[in-house]
């Protein structure tokens, strides 16, 4: 069996990576260590960062973080992978609040379009929500 982690041996994630969508985490002293090493990594590697697409969250007013030398811009919020993040972490409220927008919107178009029990009858309908509603939410 293998052994408990205890809170001193666990690593501290400062990054969250899906192909070409990044975000860096960490405090701002970290954090201008954290750009550094991602100008390095990609002039070592031969590809670029796009300073326009980034975004510092949560950043003291009184610091400025920098990609390539060009200030980046400050925010309350922000989408990764298109979840919501606030200052707090993942914004669970926001999430709900628009996937339930979202799935009452696609329901109302199938319904609209005749996807209903009384257009193109119950099990079209219940597939139709399974392929297009439950996803959402």
Same mark, same amino acid.
């Given at each position: /069996?293998?052994?408990?982690?205890?809170?001193?041996?666990?690593?501290?994630l400062?990054? !969250? /990576?899906?192909a070409?969508d990044v975000a860096l985490?960490?405090?701002?002293?970290? /954090?201008?260590?954290?750009? @550094?090493?991602?100008?390095?990594?990609? %002039?070592?590697?031969?590809y670029?960062?796009?300073?326009?697409?980034?975004?510092v969250?949560?950043a003291?007013? %009184?610091t400025e973080f920098?990609l390539?030398?060009?200030?980046?811009?400050t925010?309350?919020? !922000?989408r990764?992978?298109?979840?919501p993040?606030?200052?707090k972490?993942?914004? &669970?409220d926001?999430h709900l609040? &628009?996937s339930?927008?979202?799935?009452?919107?696609? /329901?109302r178009g199938?319904s609209?379009?005749?996807?209903h029990?009384?257009? !193109?009858?119950?099990?079209a309908?219940l597939?139709?929500?399974k392929?297009?509603? @439950?996803?959402i939410i």
């Amino acid at each position: /069996m293998g052994r408990a982690l205890s809170s001193s041996s666990l690593i501290p994630l400062n990054c !969250f /990576m899906y192909a070409d969508d990044v975000a860096l985490v960490g405090r701002p002293a970290d /954090m201008h260590l954290l750009l @550094r090493a991602a100008e390095l990594h990609s %002039d070592l590697l031969g590809y670029r960062w796009n300073p326009a697409k980034c975004e510092v969250l949560n950043a003291p007013e %009184d610091t400025e973080f920098y990609l390539y030398g060009k200030s980046l811009p400050t925010c309350n919020t !922000f989408r990764y992978l298109g979840l919501p993040f606030s200052r707090k972490g993942f914004d &669970q409220d926001v999430h709900l609040r &628009q996937s339930n927008t979202k799935a009452l919107a696609v /329901m109302r178009g199938l319904s609209n379009s005749g996807v209903h029990i009384y257009g !193109f009858g119950l099990p079209a309908a219940l597939r139709a929500y399974k392929i297009f509603v @439950r996803p959402i939410i």
